[in-house]
Every structure is written in C-alpha cells, then in structure tokens.
C-alpha cells in the first residue's frame, strides 16, 4: 500500500520527537515511548573558593549556620555527587526547582552551571527556575577566617544568562513579568517553569523568604495551560515555593514557605488543567494533593541536597502513570569529622543545632514557654521536624505521650507537633500517580 511509507514515518517521527529535543539518540525515550526525569531541589551550592583560610570554622561561618543549619560547607561535594548518580541514571531531564546557591553569589552560579553543563552533553536536558535565594540576594557573603566580607550576587537577566542552556535559552515561550518559562523537552510534553519569588524586594539588606504569583504571571500561565490542553500536551508545573500546604495550617505555623494566595492560585490552575508541581523550598520530601471541582492537584516536594536525609527524585512516566521513587545520597568525596559518612554526620548535625534553635523558638510567641520547658520540649520539636523532612513520618507510641504532655499545657505547640507528624496522604518517598 501507498500509505505505509507515510504511516511508519509519522510513527517515526513520534518515537524520535523527544531524541531530537534532547540532541541526543540514546535517549531512554525512544525505549518504549517512556520518559524519565530526574528532580533535585535546594542545592545550596557554595563555591568553595568562597571559604578562605579556615573559615569552615571560623565565627561569621558557624553563626551563620548556627541560625539556619544546613551542610553548606559540603556542597561542592554533595553536588559533584548528585551529579555522578543522576548521570549514570540516565534520565531525559532534570528538575532543579530553585535555591541553586547559598545566597545567590555569582560565583556560585557560575560554578555550578559549569558542573551542570556535562549533563547536556549526555544527553539530558537540564531545566531550572529559582529560589528566594538565587537573585538579587543582599545576604551574599565570602569568608575569609572568622570574617564575613560581602560578595556579588546577580540580576534576574544575569540569572537567565547564566542558565541560558538550563531551560531560559530554548524556552518555547517567556513570561515579560518574571523569569517564568515554558519548556519543551518532548513534543508532548511542557514544564511551566514558574518563577514566584520575591527578589525585587530584596531593599533591607534581607532576603526575602515567601513567594508570589504576579497576576500578570498567572494571566500568562493559564493562556499557556489553556493552549495546551488545547493541543492536547501534557504540563508538568515546577516553582520553588509549595503551591498548596503540606501539613495542616502549615502557612500559619511556618508562614512564607506556601507561596501567597496559594489557595485562590491553585484553584485556578487546577481547573486550567494541571495535575502536578513539583517543589522544594521547604527542605522537606513530601507529596501532598488537593481536590477541587472534580480535579486532582499534586504538590510533589523534594527535599535539600545539603539537609538530611539528602534526597532527590526519580519520575517514570508512561503514558497516564507516573512512578515517583527517592534516592539519597549516602557517599560524597570527603573527609567528615570523626570519620563519619554523610548520613550519620548530616543527621548529627542537624539534629544538634534544631535543639538550640528549638529552645529559642519555643521562648517566642505564640508558644511563650520559659527557658526550662522550651529546653525540655525542643527534642520533640526536632524529631518531628526531622520526620516531616525524611517523609512517610509515623510516630511512636512513646514520642506520642511525650508530645500529648506538651499539648496539655501548651495547645499550639501541641497543634504544631501534631500536624508535623501526621502525614498528609499520598505516601511521600514512593508514590504511584494516574494522571487524566
């Protein structure tokens, strides 16, 4: 028949589409029609160029993790290492959903696109937005002893330069109002790189930690969802902060972490059509959905690359079922004090710096406890916190009565614990998706 030829091209074509976006014939993508991807959150990345003479232990170092503990100082190690496993996972793209550096150095940007670039040339394409700690960061800072010296961070169009071939270069379509993009890494299939941060008000010397959707933006994003569903392609949505809560009342007892108007903005997208975010700011690995009007929204978190339990994600895609599994990393190319691994000292040193600042935070409003209870009541605090971050959390009988004792004196810490413990369903680490 005449028709063949024509039939076994289209099909061709079809099977090659996401090859051809990719530059690359070995795609997993052509194996099967399915799609593999890859997300890591929350790098952090620091260039060690930015430590000077001892300055891992020197005072303006430990003070400032002393106030938000994470493995900064080990993050050239931890990335080159996330790299090598995501690299020999050989998946089709991966997901960077913002706070790729500290705060925001142009060093740090620099080097860590350098790191980033290898991933082009084997074949995945490597899509990123970023984090309230990327652009414009007024907390940039090299060390130098026990000195802390400020450094150059970057612009929005410095951002986008820097990452021109992380997603901004090739984007099919860019928001004029915020570095929102639209990706296409198959013919089926967009990311709506979001861009929800709040880098313009950067003025008072701090950087701002929540999250907004511009109303421009969101009038941009639902044009884009509308002309997608129209064409029958699939969206995949990616932004730093969480667009829905992930435990209950989480915007009131953690504020600044769900990104403004979350409600209203998830509503409308849902019903624009998107089914899946994947996000991180939070530092936790959890998933979360929200039901409206007949849809189905998942919030799929992924946790930091410099907090335990040191997590990224791996996605199948096949047709209208999506495989959600976790790795972690367990190894990095490092000496650590005592001879430790990575996740032996991770989970020590968090553990040990979340009681001081537990015992600081209870002595707040709206807990108000004294020294003494606050003190007593931090290791709670901690664990609960720790379990939200690992994912899939269950609390234990004994760590149950301890936490109901502190409910009865003091209801909205017994209303935070509760609410860190209580898992919010899908499952977190594993997960199974059936997309419409």
Same mark, same amino acid.
């Given at each position: 028949m005449k028709t063949k030829p024509i039939y076994y +091209? &289209?099909?061709?074509?079809?099977? @090659?589409?996401?090859?051809?976006?990719?530059g690359s014939t070995e795609s997993p993508a052509a194996q099967g029609g399915h799609i593999k991807m890859a997300v890591v959150s929350d790098i952090h990345y620091m260039d060690p160029t930015l430590l000077k003479n001892g300055a891992e232990n020197g005072q303006a170092f430990q003070d400032y993790f002393n106030a938000d503990p994470k493995l900064i100082q080990y993050s050239d190690a931890i990335t080159r290492q996330m790299i090598s496993e995501v690299t020999k996972e050989k998946p089709d793209m991966l997901l960077i959903p913002g706070d790729l550096t500290k705060d925001g150095e142009r060093v740090s940007h620099q080097s860590l696109a350098s790191l980033l670039r290898p991933l082009i040339s084997t074949g995945i394409k490597v899509i990123v937005v970023p984090g309230n700690h990327d652009i414009m960061n007024p907390e940039a800072r090299s060390y130098d002893g026990d000195a802390a010296t400020p450094t150059s961070s970057v612009t929005a169009s410095e951002f986008a330069s820097i990452y021109h071939e992380f997603g901004y270069g090739d984007a099919i379509y860019r928001d004029p109002n915020s570095l929102s993009y639209v990706s296409q890494p198959c013919s089926?299939?967009?990311i709506m790189a979001i861009d929800d941060c709040k880098y313009n008000e950067n003025t008072n010397g701090i950087a701002v930690i929540g999250g907004n959707i511009k109303n421009e933006t969101m009038v941009w994003i639902k044009t884009r969802l /509308?002309? /997608?569903?129209?064409?029958? &392609?699939?969206?995949? *949505?990616m932004m730093h902060h969480n667009l829905i809560e992930h435990y209950a009342n989480q915007d009131v007892l953690d504020p600044q972490y769900v990104t403004d108007n979350w409600e209203q903005n998830s509503n409308e997208l849902m019903d624009a059509g998107l089914q899946v975010i994947f996000t991180g700011h939070y530092h936790a690995n959890d998933v979360t959905t929200k039901n409206y009007n007949g849809n189905l929204l998942y919030d799929i978190e992924t946790g930091s690359q410099v907090n335990p339990p040191l997590p990224y994600r791996l996605i199948q895609l096949q047709n209208k079922e999506m495989e959600v599994t976790t790795r972690y990393i367990a190894t990095i190319d /490092? /000496? +650590?004090?005592g001879g430790m691994d990575i996740t032996t000292y991770s989970q020590l040193f968090f553990s040990g710096h979340l009681d001081g600042a537990f015992s600081y935070l209870l002595t707040q409003p709206p807990f108000s406890m004294s020294d003494e209870e606050a @003190?007593? @009541?931090a290791p709670q605090f901690r664990n609960a916190?720790?379990?939200?971050?690992? *994912?899939?959390?269950k609390i234990s009988v004994t760590e149950q009565k301890l936490d109901d004792a502190i409910a009865a004196n003091y209801p909205i810490a017994g209303m935070a614990l509760a609410a860190l413990w209580t898992d919010l369903n899908p499952s977190d680490n594993k997960v199974h998706v059936r997309l419409k």
């Open positions: +091209l &289209i099909i061709a074509i079809a099977i @090659a589409s996401c090859n051809d976006r990719f089926d299939i967009w /509308a002309e /997608a569903k129209q064409r029958n &392609i699939r969206v995949f *949505g /490092a /000496a +650590l004090p @003190a007593s @009541a916190y720790m379990a939200h971050f690992a *994912g899939d959390e």
